[in-house]
């Protein structure tokens, strides 16, 4: 297929910043600092005042992140964790390598993202926290989740991987939790040129935990204090992802114009709905995430492919669907239907405006 259109594409976004990244990758060459160091001290702080919170704690995943954050409040054995089944695995996962129990709990049928009275619901004596899950860029119901989670005395992490410089009700995602975990994976807003993380908070005794925790459990040189893991946000990552952070308004900016111009598109085609905005929410689109109804989703996306259309679908299969977690058992009826029916279009802000029109022109045509 001649010009193709990838699903994502990092060229337009690293072309323009190239001579930074190369002259902080020097920089840091030249420093000999590559664990921690002032790199990480100084992105910990811009990305701290970004998200108006007083910690800021770099890691080196965001799988991590999650895992950290799930030590630091206690968490083990016996306990049990509320997420949601429509996510990427991480959510999950790092519920069941701190030792507790994942649990699920259904999503909203508009935003897919955790629903405050599928949670309540799910709560039993063992549970110690819930997990809501930022989706494609769209805020969770913080204000109804967190009075769940002050009713019955359970923390709040944020899973915040897909959503940095989004906000709700004025508020940045990232610093209405306990703990908040985000993931630099270079497909992300704010994305690394490898594998990175951070834990947000403005808890300054879950942040002196954090810090222990990625750093071996340790106080000082040898005051190991806890188990721990040696989980550092890399120096070179630190230092690129200094150079992207005062960029990060105009990419998710550029996500959002792209957004709208799928969204003006759309707006008279039968057979597809956009993705939907909660009012008082800033969605910044890391996934431009259409429903395709009456199983027709699949038939689409092929034909997106006939015509070198990259698209994807997140997720195919809900959490609670593999095998690694059937036995929990339970039925997520909407998270079970949007497996069906969603599918993610290009959305990265260097988007050629003549190849979202071949998109566009390719959903019609499917549609038609």
């Known amino acids: 297929m001649s010009n193709p259109i990838p699903f994502f594409d990092l060229t337009g976004e690293i072309g323009p910043l190239a001579d930074e990244l190369e002259q902080a990758a020097s920089r840091v060459?030249?420093?000999?600092?590559?664990?921690?160091?002032?790199?990480?001290?100084?992105?910990?702080?811009?990305?701290?005042?970004?998200?108006?919170?007083?910690?800021a704690i770099g890691v080196n995943s965001g799988t991590d992140a999650l895992v950290i954050a799930l030590r630091a409040f206690g968490i083990g054995p016996g306990d049990e964790v509320i997420t949601s089944p429509f996510t990427f695995i991480a959510s999950a996962e790092a519920i069941d390598l701190v030792g507790a129990t994942s649990v699920f709990a259904d999503v909203n049928p508009d935003t897919y993202c955790l629903d405050a009275?599928?949670?309540?619901?799910?709560?039993?004596?063992?549970?110690?926290?819930?997990?809501?899950?930022?989706?494609?860029?769209?805020?969770?119901?913080?204000d109804a989740l967190n009075q769940?989670?002050?009713?019955?005395?359970?923390?709040?992490?944020?899973?915040?991987?897909?959503?940095?410089?989004?906000?709700?009700?004025?508020?940045?995602?990232?610093?209405?939790?306990?703990?908040?975990?985000?993931?630099?994976?270079?497909?992300?807003?704010?994305?690394?040129?490898?594998?990175?993380g951070m834990i947000t908070t403005n808890d300054d005794e879950l942040a002196d935990r954090v810090r222990m925790l990625r750093g071996h459990g340790s106080k000082g040189r040898e005051q190991h204090v806890m188990v721990g893991y040696n989980s550092r946000l890399d120096s070179l990552q630190a230092a690129f992802l200094r150079v992207k952070l005062p960029h990060l308004k105009s990419f998710n900016d550029g996500r959002r114009a792209v957004a709208a111009r799928y969204d003006a598109a759309f707006a008279s085609v039968d057979g597809i709905?956009?993705?939907?905005?909660?009012?008082?929410?800033?969605?910044?689109?890391?996934?431009?995430?259409?429903?395709?109804?009456?199983?027709?989703?699949?038939?689409?996306?092929?034909?997106?492919?006939?015509?070198g259309i990259g698209s994807m679908v997140y997720y195919v299969n809900p959490l609670h669907t593999l095998p690694v977690y059937k036995a929990g058992g339970g039925s997520f009826p909407i998270s079970e239907r949007l497996a069906t029916e969603v599918l993610s279009l290009p959305v990265y802000p260097h988007l050629p405006e003549a190849d979202q029109q071949r998109v566009i022109a390719g959903i019609q045509k499917a549609l038609a």
């Open 29 to 55: 060459l030249r420093s000999g600092a590559f664990i921690l160091g002032p790199e990480v001290t100084a992105f910990e702080s811009e990305a701290a005042e970004l998200l108006n919170v007083g910690h």
């Open 117 to 142: 009275a599928s949670v309540e619901a799910a709560i039993t004596s063992k549970t110690q926290a819930i997990i809501p899950v930022h989706l494609f860029g769209h805020a969770a119901d913080m």
């Open 148 to 196: 769940v989670a002050e009713r019955h005395g359970l923390m709040v992490l944020e899973d915040a991987a897909q959503v940095i410089g989004g906000t709700y009700n004025g508020r940045s995602c990232g610093s209405m939790g306990h703990l908040a975990a985000f993931s630099f994976y270079p497909t992300k807003n704010l994305g690394a040129c490898g594998d990175g």
């Open 273 to 307: 709905e956009t993705p939907f905005t909660a009012e008082g929410i800033h969605h910044v689109y890391h996934q431009y995430t259409v429903r395709i109804p009456n199983g027709r989703r699949d038939a689409v996306r092929a034909a997106l492919a006939e015509d």
